[in-house]
């Protein structure tokens, strides 16, 4: 009789052993899967916004350059005009 009694509780013992072993395994798998999932959604976010942010800054670049080349364009007469009332 000792020896069933033992065999079981060796048998419990063990079952209990494995279903601990499982769940603590399984949630950290899963654990796992989800932080490198969060870790590729959070770069896509921050390419996404640097992508952004690139864009408008060429944006501003290329406003910046129309102002400047309409801004030389028009002080280019001035410039000659002054050029020619400076000599006589």
């Known amino acids: 009789m000792k020896t069933a009694t033992w065999k079981n509780f060796l048998l419990s013992l063990l079952a ?4 601990i072993v499982l769940t603590f395994g399984i ?11 969060e ?8 390419m996404y916004d640097m992508s952004n ?7 501003v670049n290329s406003n910046l ?3 400047f080349e ?5 002080s280019r007469p001035i410039a000659n005009n002054a050029k020619r009332w400076t000599r006589g």
């Open 16 to 19: 209990t052993t494995i279903s």
């Open 27 to 37: 949630t950290a798998i899963i654990n796992h899967k989800n932080e490198r999932k």
């Open 39 to 46: 870790k590729r959604e959070l770069v896509m976010m921050v």
């Open 53 to 59: 942010s690139l864009q408008e800054i060429e944006s």
């Open 65 to 67: 350059r129309e102002s």
């Open 70 to 74: 309409l801004a030389t364009r028009k």
